[in-house]
C-alpha cells in the first residue's frame, strides 16, 4: 500500500521525533526494555494510520500514539496502573511541612527522578510533556483525551506531590 | 481575590496559560501576599529544576534502524511490489532471451542457410560501420542513390527518403550476400546507422514480416513484390519498427 516515496515521507515526518516518543515512554514504563518496545509498537501503529493524518503536528500526534500504546500494552499485561481519581486540587498537605524554594533547588538529577517515577503515572505523562516536551495544555489535553481544566489539574497535583516528595527526601538526607 | 481562589491559578500562571487579565489579577494578588508569593517561587523552582535537570531521555541509536526495519517488514506490499517488479522483470528477461534463443535455435534448424544469411547481414552491417565504408554513394537525395545503384545491379533498389519522418537517407553501397552483389540503401537515426539490404527473393512465397535480435542488433525482414528486404540496427526495434513500416508504405 505504501510506495518508496510515502515511505520516505513517513520517515523525515516521524523519525526526527523518535527522541521525544521514547523519552514519553520510557517515564510511562520506567525501564529502557518496555520503553523500547512500546516506540516500536507505536511507530508500525503510526505507520498504519499516516495515510490518515492530515500532519499538522507531527510530534503531538506521535506522543498521543505512543500514550495510547502504552496503555494497551499496560492492559495486555494486565498490570493496571496506579491511577489516581481526577478532582480538584487536593489539600494533601496538611501536618507535611511546605516546601522551602532553598531546598528545591538543590534536589539533584536522581532526587528529581525518583520523585517523578514515583508520580501516578497520569500525573507523571502530563508533567513530562508539559516540562520536559514544553507542550500547552491544550496540546497536553489532546493526547491524554481530558479536558484542558483536567490538565490543569493533574500539573498542579502533581507538582504538589513532587514538591513534597523531594522536601522530604531533602529532609530526609539532612538528619 | 482570596489565597483559595489564587493558589487554582497559579500553575497556569506559571505555565503561562493564562490570558492577560488573568495573569494580572494573579500579578497583583502575589505581589501583597508572601504565602502565595512564596508558591510562585517553589512552582518556578521545581519546574525550571525538571526542566533543567537533563531528565529526558534518549532514543537509544539502535531504536531508530529497529523502527525502520520493523516498518519495512510491516509494509509488505511496498516491499513485495518491489520484489515482484524485480521478477518480472527476471522473468521477461528470461522469457526474452529464451524466445529468442528458441527464434534463433528453430531459424537454425529449420533452416541453416537462412541463419548463415542473418550472421551474414549482421557482419556485413557490423562491417560497414567499422571499415568507415557504409556508402558508396553519399547522398539524401533519392534521385542521386537510385540511379547509382542501377549501372552495378541487375535490379532497382527503391531508395525512398525518410528524412521528413525522421531517418535521413544517407547513401547507398554494394555489398555481397546469398553469393550475389545486394544494394545497401543507409539510413541514419540520430548517431544510429541503419542498413537496409534489398535484392530480388528467391523464394515465390510471402513470407510473413518477422525480426529478431542479434549480438545486439534488431534485424526485421519481410518480403514484397519479389523483393526480399533485410532492415538491421543497433537501433531500439520500437524506432527499427517504424522504419520498416515507413519503407512498406
Request: proline share 4%; charged share 25%; hydrophobic share 40%.
Amino acid at each position: 500500500m505504501f510506495d518508496q516515496n510515502e515511505l520516505t515521507a513517513f520517515n523525515e515526518a516521524v523519525l526526527p521525533h523518535l527522541d521525544a516518543a521514547y523519552n514519553l515512554a520510557r517515564w510511562l514504563t520506567r525501564n529502557d526494555h518496555d520503553a523500547e518496545d512500546v516506540v516500536q509498537e507505536a511507530s508500525l501503529r503510526a505507520f498504519k494510520y499516516w495515510k490518515g493524518f492530515s500532519g499538522r503536528d507531527c510530534r503531538a500526534w506521535l506522543l498521543a500514539i505512543v500514550r495510547n500504546t502504552y496503555y494497551s500494552w499496560i492492559r495486555k499485561r494486565s498490570v493496571q496502573p496506579e491511577l489516581t481519581e481526577d478532582g480538584e486540587i487536593d489539600e494533601v498537605d496538611e501536618g507535611i511541612p511546605s516546601p522551602e524554594t532553598a531546598l528545591l533547588q538543590s534536589a539533584d538529577r536522581e532526587m528529581l527522578k525518583a520523585a517523578l517515577e514515583d508520580l501516578p503515572v497520569e500525573f507523571r505523562e502530563a508533567i513530562v510533556l508539559r516540562e520536559m516536551e514544553g507542550l500547552s495544555y491544550k496540546e497536553i489535553a489532546g493526547i491524554a483525551t481530558v479536558p484542558i481544566g483536567t490538565v490543569m489539574s493533574r500539573l498542579a497535583r502533581a507538582r504538589k506531590r513532587l514538591q513534597i516528595y523531594l522536601t522530604n527526601s531533602a529532609m530526609q538526607k539532612s538528619l | 481575590m482570596t489565597c483559595n481562589e489564587n493558589r487554582k491559578l497559579l500553575n497556569p500562571y506559571v505555565d503561562g496559560e493564562l490570558d492577560s487579565a488573568g495573569s494580572l489579577a494573579v500579578e497583583n494578588h502575589v505581589q501583597g501576599c508572601a504565602s502565595c508569593s512564596s508558591d510562585v517561587d517553589n512552582l518556578r523552582a521545581l519546574v525550571s529544576g525538571i526542566e533543567n535537570g537533563a531528565l529526558r531521555f534518549k532514543a537509544p541509536p539502535h531504536l531508530k534502524r529497529n523502527v525502520q526495519a520493523a516498518i519495512r517488514k510491516a509494509n509488505p506490499t511496498a516491499r513485495s511490489s518491489f520484489f515482484q517488479w524485480r521478477w518480472l522483470s527476471v522473468a521477461a528477461s528470461v522469457v526474452l532471451i529464451f524466445a529468442l534463443t528458441w527464434t534463433v535455435t528453430l531459424r537454425r534448424t529449420q533452416s541453416s542457410e537462412e541463419a548463415q544469411l542473418v550472421n551474414d547481414i549482421v557482419s556485413n552491417h557490423v562491417r560497414s560501420m567499422m571499415a568507415n565504408h557504409i556508402t558508396d554513394v553519399a547522398s539524401s537525395d533519392s534521385h542521386t542513390v537510385k540511379p547509382w545503384f542501377g549501372g552495378k545491379l541487375d535490379y532497382s533498389p527503391p531508395a525512398k527518403d525518410l528524412t521528413e519522418q525522421g531517418f535521413r537517407l544517407i547513401g547507398g553501397r554494394l555489398d555481397y550476400l546469398e553469393n550475389r552483389p545486394v544494394a545497401a540503401v543507409v539510413y541514419q537515426r540520430s548517431q544510429h546507422f541503419i542498413n537496409l539490404f534489398v535484392w530480388p527473393s528467391r523464394r515465390s512465397e510471402i513470407k510473413p514480416e518477422d525480426q529478431l535480435s542479434l549480438q545486439g542488433y534488431n534485424v526485421i525482414h519481410w518480403t514484397k513484390s519479389g523483393m526480399t528486404y533485410w532492415l538491421i540496427s543497433e537501433l531500439n526495434l520500437p524506432e527499427l519498427n517504424e522504419c520498416a513500416r515507413l519503407l512498406q508504405e
